[in-house]
C-alpha cells in the first residue's frame, strides 16, 4: 500500500523568510495530493492541493510542486508570517481507492 | 455554513464506559471517515464507508465500531473505552471521484479518567 514520508519534522524560519516541506510517495497510480494546515486544536484545512497532471501549482504565497517521477511533492511558503505558525500534513490518494494517506506532519514555527 | 458536524465537540468518559461519537454531513458525499488523532500527530484512519461499504482498517482494534444509517450521518462506538483512546477523533467526508480533498468536522476531544 501506499506509504508518505514527510521531512522535516520541525522547521524554525524568521519571519519573511520562505518555508519549504517535502513528502515522498511510494505508489506511483497515486493521484491526488492534498496539502492541510492544522492549528492547535482545530480540523486539518486544506491549504492547496495537486493533481497528479499538473507540475506546479501556486496560490498567492503558498505553491507546491510535484514530481511524478521522483514521487515527491513539496510546499512552499514564501515571505512567512507568524500566523502561518501550525502544523502542516502531506498527503497522497491513489487511484481507485478512496483512502488519503497522510505524512507524518511538519511542525513550522514562525519567528518574529 | 457547517458542512460536516461533529457532536459532542467534547466528551468525558470513564474508563470502560461505553461511548458514542456522531458525524453529519450537508455535502451528500458517498465516502464519510472517522480518524483518531493523538497529540500533532498525523491522523491515523479507523475506517471508512463508501455509502453502506464498510472498510475496516487492519489496525483497528475491536474497541472500536461504527454505524452508517443513511447517507448523512455516522456514528463512532468505542465500546470500553481505554486510557489510551484519548484523543481527538475526527470525521471527513469526500466525494466517490477521487481528485478532490476531504472535508474535516471540527473533531470530538476524548477524555478517559
Known amino acids: 500500500g501506499e506509504n508518505v514520508e514527510q521531512h522535516p519534522s520541525t522547521l524554525s524560519v524568521q519571519e519573511g523568510d520562505s518555508a519549504v516541506i517535502k513528502c515522498t510517495y511510494s505508489d506511483s497510480a497515486s493521484n491526488y495530493f492534498p496539502w492541510y494546515k492544522q492549528e492547535l486544536g482545530k480540523r486539518p484545512q486544506l491549504i492547496i492541493d495537486i493533481r497528479s497532471n499538473v507540475g506546479e501549482k501556486k496560490d498567492q504565497r503558498i505553491a507546491v510542486t510535484l514530481n511524478k517521477t521522483a514521487k515527491h511533492f513539496s510546499l512552499h511558503i514564501t515571505e512567512t508570517q507568524p500566523e502561518d505558525s501550525a502544523v502542516y500534513f502531506c498527503a497522497a490518494r491513489t487511484s481507485g481507492t478512496y483512502k488519503y494517506i497522510f505524512g507524518t506532519g511538519t511542525r513550522l514555527k514562525v519567528l518574529a | 455554513d457547517a458542512m460536516v458536524i461533529q457532536n459532542p465537540r467534547y466528551q468525558v468518559t470513564q474508563f470502560g464506559k461505553p461511548v458514542t461519537l456522531s458525524c453529519s454531513q450537508t455535502?451528500?458525499?458517498?465516502?464519510m471517515y472517522w480518524y483518531q488523532q493523538k497529540s500533532s500527530q498525523a491522523p491515523k484512519l479507523l475506517f471508512h464507508y463508501y455509502d453502506k461499504d464498510f472498510n475496516n482498517e487492519a489496525d483497528t482494534p475491536d474497541n472500536f465500531q461504527s454505524r452508517r444509517p443513511n447517507t448523512s450521518f455516522c456514528f463512532l462506538d468505542i465500546r470500553s473505552p481505554g486510557l489510551g483512546d484519548a484523543a481527538m477523533y475526527l470525521c471527513?467526508?469526500?466525494?466517490?471521484?477521487?481528485?478532490?480533498?476531504?472535508?474535516f468536522g471540527p473533531g470530538t476531544r476524548l477524555t478517559v479518567l
Open positions: 455535502l451528500n458525499h458517498n465516502v
Open positions: 471527513a467526508t469526500s466525494r466517490e471521484t477521487g481528485l478532490d480533498t476531504q472535508y
